[in-house]
């Protein structure tokens, strides 16, 4: 039977023969691209060649995509939704268009893995009137050839949702068969791409609809209802449009994004209807059936969120992602404390986080050999981070019935005090409000956000001492700390890693603290390692130079931005070394001020190093006398 391992490389290889080059998947951090905290789809990485930048891997591309959706964690517990996923993807930059798209996807599902064709079924774009943009009867025709060349007469059925399935093959549909950023083409603002896309179904059958005992049985069944029968597997966007001020316009240069599910298609292939059935899962969960002497089908839905979850957590971690409260970190604590109160709810009384990760090493170590080398790292943090939230879960909880004793309903209020006293997540206590038949106010969680928001507020009107960009002066000494907490950062990142990032930083006239992410304590050797690269680099005298632009424009251009979302549009971009040759030890969006160069600071010593809380240490530099 085939495996995930093979269902990806089969699909690497087949596109490889018809001409694409194949790429590594990107990070599930994206880089320089701060209008999202994680890559989500296979799309992501490409945009910017899909809008008209040269790929440097030509006009024909191939890969597998990591991809993490957090707005999918409370959808995880049924029979297909997961929070990481691969997506198989190729990309047309202006090469091929429809016909070769869909007949090498369709080859690739019947020739190559042995797919039913009578069990495919497929979408198109119905067109919109009002907007000037047809039918697409160019991806049905296409079909139709495709399908008689397996002896299946391929009918179109329009407005399947009045109609049922019937006796259709292709579907069309409106907004639901539309790509663009915006969505539907009607949100689109001006000057932005999209285009009609063609979808491909796998029915999995009446028996996995449930019609007979659900309450989907007095509904009308078709590809895009939601009764669970058929599992879309894969999509092809055709983008050919752009909006202007005159309408859509058919773009000179025809683009294909196309995006297919690895969990769902090996899903189909293995003949099941369930993703965690796969061996993508299967490895997460007879390790949990061994530690909660239960079955997989005893609870399912516990076991697939556990599985899933620290699976997801695993690959954040391997990408340099630690648990924190804020930014993507706080979606690695909040899998891994979902985990913990399934695994508790499974009557798992002991940590477990720790043992599964040999189990999900196995599964990438052949495609992703980090999650391997740095199997050490990831289970240290998983243990330490199920040891503390064992500790807050225990404490939050006595409070949380202690509180409720007092009220039937949880109130924003109430949970926010649960949450800045105890640390217990606002999640979990609608989680337990919920399992107590609790009432629970009226947009609790809105509610919630408003007071954390002014509670922080307060708090920082509150401080004293605290002044913009870090430095409580601009004299000449803290200065030349600003210019020397790049220069740190700058060695930390390669020294330790490009996973490192900022954190925080702080300066006085007498010494720098800088905060940034790893994942334990940075040995005396790589301390002396960072601390001669900045001397050496200071030794240069390298120029340091400012410039002010958009700030989209300097993210691509390579500056670095942790907190991206305090700047303007218009930013200011600080180089350290020569920007023109592309000689640049740093380049990074700042506020200033800075020195002239690295000269004037003067060599540097780091006198300390500390932990501040998991994931994140702090280092103490300060100039040498002279």
Partial sequence: MITASELRQKYLDFFTKVGHVAVPSSPLVPENDPTTLFTGSGMQPMITYLLGAKHPNGDKIVDSQKCFRSQDIEEVGDNRHTTFFEMLGNWSLGDYFKKEQLNWYFDFLTDELGLDPQKLFVTVYEGNEDLGIPKDEEAIGIWKEIFA??????KVLDNAEKHGLKDGRIFPYGDNNWWSRAGAPQNMPIGEPGGPDSEVFYDLGTEAGLHEKSIWKDQLCH????????LEI??????QYQKTDKGFEVLPQKNIDFGGGLERTLTVVRGTNDVFETDLFTPIIEVLEKISGKKYLDEPESFRVIADHVKAAVMLITDGVFPSNKDQGYYV?????RAIRYGKKMGIGEAFLGKLVPSIVVIYADFYQQ?????????EVLNQEEKKFLRTLEKGLREFEK??????ELTAELAFTLYE??????ELSLEEAESQKLSIQKNLENKFQVIKKEHADLSRTASVGKFKGGLQDHSEVTVKYHTATHLIHSALRKVLGK????????ITGKRLRFDFSHPQAVTKDELKQVEDQVNKWIAVDYPVTKISMQKQSALKAGALAFFVEKYPEEVTVYTVGLDEENDWVSKELCGGPHVESTGKIGSIEIFKEKAVSAGVRRVYARVRPE
């Fill in 223 to 230: 590809v895009n209802c939601d009764c669970g029968r058929f």
């Fill in 403 to 408: 509180s409720t004793q007092k009220t039937s």
């Fill in 371 to 379: 999650v391997e080398a740095k199997q050490a790292t990831i289970t």
């Fill in 234 to 239: 894969g999509n092809s966007v055709f983008m």
């Fill in 499 to 506: 996973e490192v990032s900022q954190k925080g930083s702080n």
């Fill in 333 to 337: 604590r909040r899998l891994l404390r």
């Fill in 421 to 426: 006293t105890y640390g217990f997540p606002v």
């Fill in 149 to 154: 060349t397996k002896g299946i007469e391929a």
